[in-house]
């Protein structure tokens, strides 16, 4: 206490709120507060001989440290920023053109949340919160849902060449299983410049006119020799159970859902 009140005798101490530095009004009431509260060593700094003033800055001085200190220990930082590409150009034009073929038929969204999506259910509260946390980072890139219930219909991952990488081959397997075990479809879909429209509502038109088939109760009517456009498998003629088209036959690929080839009646 004596090295600072030499200090400040010889002029190093900036007066703070005496013709100082300017500070805020609040802050400038709560040094006022401080000194009145260290006004018990105003006597010992007079038998060193300070003079009022500097007494005055001495005080000013200590408390100032000790509400710096206050107030960076309680404050709370938000260092957050908005990310430049909420989706890649990549990913933009994808959804601009699955857009264009879902219409008003499903709901579009895009970077899903897996954990939005499914939640772990074992019978262990530990075990689930170990499953909870492998798909907590995770994301599908879309997802269409049902126009009028936003139920989830289908999953869509847009492969672009990072998917080639051994990590990213392990992540999209384990995230295939995740898909699979709560038996809701997923598909990966390649990155392309341009996109045939007819392709890709062919892929997805099982879904968007709601002739989606139960995976627990197929209805096969009878085998053919016809082939499945994708796999090679024999086909099977199956009923569709919902949407417009429902009651109506279409031929299926018999390895469903592995895979999910059709082929319609008036094709074949």
Same mark, same amino acid.
């Given at each position: 206490?004596? #090295? ?18 300017? #500070? ?13 509260? #260290? ?25 100032? #440290? ?9 404050? *709370? ?75 989830? *219909?289908?999953? *869509? ?112």
């Amino acid at each position: 206490m004596l #090295l600072v009140a030499r200090r400040i005798r010889f002029g190093s101490v900036i007066n703070l709120c005496r013709g100082g530095a300017v #500070l805020r009004p609040y802050k400038c009431g709560r040094l006022s507060m401080a000194n009145e509260k #260290l006004s018990f060593i105003r006597g010992p700094l007079k038998l060193l001989g300070l003079s009022d003033e500097a007494i005055d800055k001495v005080l000013d001085f200590i408390s100032d #440290l000790l509400f710096e200190k206050e107030e960076t220990t309680s404050s *709370i930082e938000y260092p957050y920023h908005q990310v430049d590409e909420f989706v890649s150009a990549a990913e933009l034009n994808f959804f601009f053109n699955l857009k264009s073929i879902v219409g008003d038929s499903a709901q579009l969204f895009s970077k899903v949340k897996l954990s939005d999506l499914f939640y772990a259910k074992t019978g262990d509260s530990r075990k689930n919160r170990s499953y909870t946390n492998k798909i907590d980072r995770k994301h599908v890139d879309f997802l269409l849902c049902d126009p009028k219930t936003l139920k989830p *219909i289908l999953g *869509i991952e847009l492969d672009d060449k990072s998917h080639q990488r051994t990590d990213r081959q392990e992540r999209d397997d384990f995230v295939n299983h995740v898909f699979e075990a709560a038996k809701l479809p997923l598909m990966h879909i390649s990155v392309q410049r341009n996109y045939s429209q007819s392709e890709l509502k062919s892929k997805l038109s099982i879904y968007l006119s709601g002739e989606k088939i139960s995976k627990e109760q197929p209805e096969r009517v009878e085998e053919s020799s016809l082939r499945c456009p994708k796999c090679g498998s024999e086909m099977v003629l199956r009923t569709a159970k919902r949407g417009d088209n429902q009651g109506g036959k279409f031929w299926g690929c018999s390895k469903y859902p592995e895979c999910r080839g059709i082929v319609s009646i008036e094709a074949n």
